[in-house]
Antibody
Framework: QVHLVESGGGVVQPGRSLRVSCAAS????????MHWVRQAPGKGLEWVAV????????YYADSVKGRFTISRDNSKNTLYLQMNSLRAEDTAVYFC?????????????WGQGTLVTVSS | QSALTQPASVSGSPGQSITISCTGT?????????VSWYQQHPGKAPKLMIF???DRPSGVSNRFSGSKSGNTASLTISGLQAEDEADYYC??????????FGGGTKVTVL
């Protein structure tokens, strides 16, 4: 069955960088677009970014554009989110989620998330 | 990209039916059939309940149904049960190639 496991979260100071990862199993990773979605404490879901099945293109929310980079390594079945210039408002649980298609649509399966806390 | 509009809360008694609306624009909900609904219990990951407006994934109860009219999508839960108490989010693909979520609706079973 589809299994997504995020890792790499933690406490980081404002202005610093952090990379979170998502290990995928149970499906052919290279045939699916992949998303990052975040949820601030006590708040709703916010879409962050998506990468196409082959990593040839990606799209970002305005709130993270220019600071975050989504990437993937299909040889390792792993999705990444590089987060630079972090702000307090980036504090959230970061979920990776699988798209049912090669090109972006809407996610079907989600991981359990990893918590990123931006604080001095 | 503005969030889709959902009611903050909806409640119903066991056995009743409730409907949650999700209003967007022609650039998202009204323009695409990539509209999905998720259920989220506290501390858990979202679970897909409806995809492509009205389709149900395998394993999801047929008490959950989805529809769309113009720029508004809807999720109906019939025969409300205690286990349905959760937060529900709609999401849509957009003309920009991005996704947008609704603000979420807390469903309370009285």
């Amino acid at each position: 069955q589809v299994h997504l496991v995020e890792s790499g979260g933690g406490v980081v100071q404002p202005g610093r960088s952090l990379r979170v990862s998502c290990a995928a199993s149970g499906f052919t990773f290279s045939r699916h677009a992949m998303h990052w979605v975040r949820q601030a404490p006590g708040k709703g879901l916010e879409w962050v970014a998506v990468t196409l099945y082959d990593g040839s293109d990606e799209y970002y929310a305005d709130s993270v554009k220019g600071r975050f980079t989504i990437s993937r390594d299909n040889s390792k079945n792993t999705l990444y989110l590089q987060m630079n210039s972090l702000r307090a408002e980036d504090t959230a649980v970061y979920f990776c989620a699988r798209d049912p298609w090669e090109l972006p649509s809407v996610p079907d399966y989600w991981g359990q998330g990893t918590l990123v806390t931006v604080s001095s | 990209q503005s969030a889709l509009t959902q009611p903050a809360s909806v409640s119903g008694s066991p056995g009743q039916s409730i409907t949650i609306s999700c209003t967007g624009t022609t650039s998202d909900v009204g323009g695409y059939n990539y509209v999905s609904w998720y259920q989220q219990h506290p501390g858990k990951a979202p679970k897909l309940m409806i995809f492509e407006v009205s389709d149900r994934p395998s394993g999801v109860s047929n008490r959950f149904s989805g529809s769309k009219s113009g720029n508004t999508a809807s999720l109906t839960i019939s025969g409300l049960q205690a286990e349905d108490e959760a937060d529900y989010y709609c999401t849509s693909y957009t003309v920009s190639g991005t996704l947008v979520f609704g603000g979420g609706t807390k469903v309370t079973v009285l």
